[in-house]
T-cell receptor, first 114, second 117 residues
Framework: GENVEQHPSTLSVQEGDSAVIKCTYS??????FPWYKQELGKRPQLIID?????GEKKDQRIAVTLNKTAKHFSLHITETQPEDSAVYFC?????????????FGKGTMLLVSP | DTEVTQTPKHLVMGMTNKKSLKCEQH?????MYWYKQKAKKPPELMFV???????INESVPSRFSPECPNSSLLNLHLHALQPEDSALYLC????????????????FGPGTRLTVL
């Protein structure tokens, strides 16, 4: 099945800096890659996603890039703010013979210091 | 309504108790999911219902019993749980999940924090 590796496990940045979180996946048939942000005690919230037919997608300070050949995708957060502090999970959605579900990475705890 | 709701928010139960977790969505989604999440870990898929039929059971112990009474509701019945079952139980829904369907964002509920004593 699909395997998603996520790095780093912890990332500390100063407010205003950029943050990059990277994920690799194993199943070349995966075609949908969402990123979730989970604040302490809250639900995972979808913040951005990318389909396999595009290489980059931006939404204000957040961007995701996808390299299908290398089977990796990355989350980029610019001008980080303390409220960006959370755990971020990447995921991949493989297409198998029947139903497809999300396979999550292990998460990255992002800490943004004022 | 663009939310997934879950009740209760917190639940404490003994190992001999029977309890149920409830999940509801009114977005017309036809796929609903139960996940278990331990602290500092990603959500771990337990069950998936598609069009009110159980489609995926990720080898979950029988002390967890899912039920989908209709397209808006999803229950998780709990019986004879173990302390290691203590976790955040998340419900999620998506428009569809069959192969070939359009890409499906999964929307999560706030979760039920379960403690088994």
């Amino acid at each position: 099945g699909e395997n998603v590796e996520q790095h780093p496990s912890t990332l500390s940045v100063q407010e205003g800096d950029s943050a990059v979180i990277k994920c690799t996946y194993s199943d070349s048939a995966s075609n949908y890659f969402p990123w979730y942000k989970q604040e302490l005690g809250k639900r995972p919230q979808l913040i951005i996603d990318i389909r396999s037919n595009v290489g980059e997608k931006k939404d204000q300070r957040i961007a995701v890039t996808l390299n299908k050949t290398a089977k990796h995708f990355s989350l980029h957060i610019t001008e980080t703010q303390p409220e960006d502090s959370a755990v971020y999970f990447c995921a991949a959605r493989p297409l198998n013979s029947g139903y497809s579900t999300l396979t999550f990475g292990k998460g990255t705890m992002l800490l943004v210091s004022p | 309504d663009t939310e997934v709701t879950q009740t209760p928010k917190h639940l404490v139960m003994g190992m001999t108790n029977k309890k149920s977790l409830k999940c509801e969505q009114h977005m017309g989604h036809r796929a609903m999911y139960w996940y278990k999440q331990k602290a500092k870990k990603p959500p771990e898929l337990m069950f998936v219902y598609s069009y009110e039929k159980l489609s995926i059971n990720e080898s979950v112990p029988s002390r967890f019993s899912p039920e989908c009474p209709n397209s808006s509701l999803l229950n998780l019945h709990l019986h004879a749980l173990q302390p290691e079952d203590s976790a955040l139980y998340l419900c999620a829904s998506s428009q569809d999940m069959r192969q070939g369907a359009s890409y499906n964002e999964q929307f999560f509920g706030p979760g039920t924090r379960l403690t088994v004593l």
